[in-house]
């Protein structure tokens, strides 16, 4: 598999915390069918990315792309904003 054909893995989450430096916690909410009642619920999960300038804050909904490990925690970044926070 050539670097051009190669998946990259994206989600699509609300910004959370924006209190680390170059950081910011991303809940990333999905709805899956539980598998003995068959009702649909909401699964969240928070994920940590990088975000270099600072730029994304509390409430901006962003999409993170998986990189490779930063740190301990953070193993994504925040690759494009898709809706700022109202104010």
Avoid: C
Avoid at 33 to 48: D, E, F, N
Avoid at 51 to 68: A, K, L, P, S, Y
Wanted: glycine content about 4%; aromatic content about 4%; charged content about 35%.
């Amino acid at each position: 598999m050539t670097d051009s054909t190669k998946m990259i893995r994206t989600l699509t989450g609300r910004v959370v915390s924006d209190k680390m430096n170059k950081t910011v916690t991303v809940l990333v909410e999905r709805r899956v069918k539980h598998p003995v009642i068959g009702k649909v619920i909401r699964m969240s999960k928070k994920y940590h990315a990088h975000d270099e300038n600072n730029e994304f804050h509390e409430g901006d909904m962003v999409q993170i792309e998986e990189t490779r490990k930063l740190s301990r925690t953070k193993a994504w970044t925040v690759s494009k904003l898709l809706e700022r926070a109202r104010v």
